[in-house]
């Protein structure tokens, strides 16, 4: 008998482009979003697009609210919960880059409203995604919440933030070829549950990126919307997952271990990129593709090795062989790497 089902959660108005910003109510409105919005953003953010932002709501009749995220902490998420209770919110904007979006996402979730998200940088593909990421403490807690409703990711403004903002949504896109890589494995030696749509969209998003690197270029807004495309298209990939996997495998444990032992040394998407070019290294022997990831991510603007991560030796060493414990996710890692065996792939890699 035929038992499976799916329940994919995906934005419903995703507006990409030249001052789309300027749409927001537009898309707001068309979701029949009602009642009063809270507009959960940063110092800089706030400057760059909330304040335009608020000023559209204002100009439209909806009354606005406003807080200011500082952190990214289950402490700032509570206080937006509190900021949405006391303002009497019905639904929240999350305007700025990877932290007023996942706190916003966290706090839209919990109490149970609409999400929107303007992101000012194309850093990660949180910016569309079902998942929030929180440090506490020496950890880092992922966690699943509900996609946005709505993305809107203006290109101008994403073209003008920090370049290495940029690189770094382009690495994590790069490692999406890993991560796939990580997950037919498992299904292989796991009988992990695959889904042959996302594996095929998140692998593909990462060609096409690839393939445009050249045009990746600082300054330039069509770069931003090469970027912005593929972070929609691998946020999608995990919403028709179901699970981060299509964009997470073990240059993602890397990474989070590297949260863990090197605390806001290095962007997460640059963090990944050189991440993904030991383990494509594990996958595939010296001959197979790492140099073709390491090229890419060195042809954007991405680091390459731990010097350029601002990590050392040691930490990366330490995380190679400790990433396995992160979480129950299997993957080239297995049940770990001796310490001969880490030092290899990353020296062999020139990571270290
Ligand atoms: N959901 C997920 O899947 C993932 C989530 N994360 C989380 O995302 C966060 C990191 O995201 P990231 O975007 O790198 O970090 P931030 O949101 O902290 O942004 C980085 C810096 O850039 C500033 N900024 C944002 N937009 C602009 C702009 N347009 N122009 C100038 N400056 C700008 C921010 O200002 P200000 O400080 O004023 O806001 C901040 O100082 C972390 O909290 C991490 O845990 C990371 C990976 C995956
Ligand atoms: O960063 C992500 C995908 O790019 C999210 O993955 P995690 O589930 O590992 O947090
Ligand atoms: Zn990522």
Not at 27 to 46: D, F, M, N, S, W
Not at 316 to 340: K, Q
Request: proline content about 4%; some cysteine; glycine content about 10%.
């Amino acid at each position: 008998m035929f038992e499976k089902s799916t329940w994919i959660r995906l934005p419903r108005n995703v507006l990409v482009g030249h001052e789309v910003l300027e749409k927001t109510v537009d898309a707001v409105e068309e979701l029949h979003l009602t009642g009063r919005p809270l507009i959960v953003t940063g110092e800089i953010p706030r400057e760059v697009a909330g304040n335009a932002v608020r000023k559209q709501f204002e100009d439209r009749g909806h009354d606005p609210a406003e807080v200011l995220v500082e952190e990214a902490s289950f402490a700032a998420v509570q206080r937006v919960i509190d900021a949405a209770e006391a303002a009497d919110a019905d639904y929240l904007i999350g305007v700025g880059g990877g932290k007023p979006i996942d706190i916003t996402k966290m706090a839209a979730d919990e109490r149970g409203v609409g999400f929107v998200s303007v992101p000012t940088a194309a850093s990660h593909d949180g910016i569309v995604s079902g998942r929030a990421s929180v440090p506490e403490g020496t950890t880092r807690h992922s966690v699943a919440a509900n996609p946005p409703v709505a993305v809107i990711a203006d290109t101008g403004i994403i073209a003008d933030a920090p370049w290495r903002l940029t690189t770094a949504g382009c690495a994590d896109i790069i490692s999406n070829y890993t991560a796939v890589k990580d997950w037919e494995l498992a299904r292989r030696l796991q009988d992990v549950t695959y889904s042959e749509y996302g594996g095929a969209l998140s692998r593909m998003t990462a060609e096409l990126l690839v393939d445009h690197a050249g045009s990746i270029k600082q300054g330039l807004e069509e770069s931003a919307w090469i970027v912005v495309k593929a972070l929609v298209s691998s946020g999608v990939a995990m919403s028709i997952a179901g699970t981060s996997r299509p964009a997470s495998g073990a240059e993602h444990l890397f990474s989070h271990q590297l949260d863990r032992l090197a605390p806001d040394a290095a962007l997460h998407g640059h963090q990944v990129g050189v991440g993904s070019i030991m383990v494509e290294y594990l996958h595939s022997g010296e001959h197979g593709e790492w140099r073709d990831i390491r090229d890419a991510l060195a042809a954007i603007g991405a680091p390459t090795t731990a010097a350029e991560l601002g990590i050392d030796e040691a930490t990366v060493l330490e995380a190679l062989t400790t990433a396995h414990e992160i979480r129950d996710r299997y993957t080239i890692l297995g049940n770990g790497m001796s310490e001969p065996a880490a030092r290899e792939a990353a020296e062999f890699t020139g990571v270290i």
